[in-house]
């Protein structure tokens, strides 16, 4: 399942960042906030390094950060791939949880990865000590479970085009970072196969529903709300419009060279900044509660991501804009 961070690399930023994931679970207590700061552990793995080995124990829970992981299971001479997770994913060995015997799988980086990681042992501690742990670890838990059973079944029953369209359903925004033999593996379908698919969708992708899409997409931001959610994500926003999901994500890259996430984003951003215009108006605001009318979930989301596109943060954006020392 995933929860996405601003691609900062900041550490303590990412580890505030990760705190507030857990938060939209369930309110964390002032302790446990103190306790994950001092335990979280931002990790990098260069391209093809692995985070943990078949046969060895795993005995931390990871949050991927940034790039893309890949699990794979050898067995009579045989390799298969038993999952794939992108930015935004909690993971960890399945088979081998909590470090309590060897994993039955390898995970490895295919690009250059950051994940926060924290021990077994201290999940444990956790668990004793600050009650509302065991209700988010549940929860994530739980979410997990039936998405692997959805993927399960999918892949069991689905025709090849049907496993292909749900993986772009569940990771549009870096299909194309993940390596088309494990697409093909992880899908149970042959790599040929595969490659006839992929020319399929793209021939379906045509110049006029391009167009047709795109003032779809331009009509929903206008007239509602969308873009103020906090939780707004490609999947509700392709479900808003009865669109898949690929597509939406196809455009955009295409038009605006940006993911969904950073569309969106960039959005929010030129609210604020109109709004800064007429400062005035919100004089009852603080600029985290300009950032929280615009649907960022924290302020440090906020102000990472408004620092990313302007250079500034927003005070010193406001002062430049004003003429205030």
């Known amino acids: ?27 964390l207590s002032e302790g446990l906030k103190n306790e994950l700061i001092l335990r979280l552990k931002p990790k990098k793995l260069k ?41 935004g994913s909690f993971v960890t060995s399945i088979s081998g949880m909590y470090g309590q015997r060897p994993s039955d799988e390898s995970i490895f980086a295919v690009e250059d990865t950051s994940v926060i990681a ?5 999940f444990h501690c956790f668990y004793q000590h600050y009650p509302e742990m065991n209700i988010i670890m549940r929860l994530i838990m739980e979410r997990c479970f039936q998405e692997a059973h959805e993927r399960s079944n999918m892949i069991r029953l689905g025709t090849a085009k049907e496993k292909y369209l749900y993986l772009l359903e ?9 390596p088309i033999t494990h697409q093909a593996n992880y899908l149970s379908i042959r790599q040929e196969t595969l490659q006839r698919i992929r020319k399929e969708i793209d021939l379906e992708n045509n110049e006029k529903s391009t167009l047709e899409l ?51 984003h960039t959005l929010k951003i030129e609210h604020v900044k109109q709004k800064f215009e ?21 302020r440090s989301v906020f102000f990472s991501e408004f620092k990313k596109q302007t250079g500034l943060s927003p005070g010193e954006y406001l002062k430049k804009l004003h003429g205030t020392p």
């Open 47 to 87: 391209k093809d390094t692995y985070l943990a080995t078949q046969g060895e124990y795993c005995d931390h829970f990871y949050y991927l950060v940034e790039g893309i992981l890949i699990a794979t299971t050898n067995r009579n001479d045989k390799q298969l791939t038993t999952f794939i997770v992108a930015d």
């Open 278 to 298: 007429n400062i005035s108006d919100y004089k009852h605001l603080t600029l985290e509660g300009i950032g929280t009318e615009v649907g960022f979930k924290s």
């Open 1 to 27: 399942m995933r929860k996405k961070l601003s691609k900062i690399g900041n550490a303590s930023s990412q580890i505030d960042q990760l705190i507030d994931v857990f938060s939209t679970y369930h309110p």
């Open 170 to 178: 569940h990771i549009p925004e870096h299909i194309n970072r993940i």
């Open 118 to 122: 924290l021990h077994a042992q201290d």
């Open 214 to 264: 795109l003032a779809q997409i331009d009509q929903c931001l206008q007239e509602t709300d969308v873009i103020f959610q906090p939780t707004i994500s490609i999947k509700s926003f392709a479900k808003m419009l009865n669109v898949p999901t690929h597509q939406i994500n196809h455009l955009i890259k295409k038009k605006y060279k940006k993911t969904f996430n950073q569309f969106i």
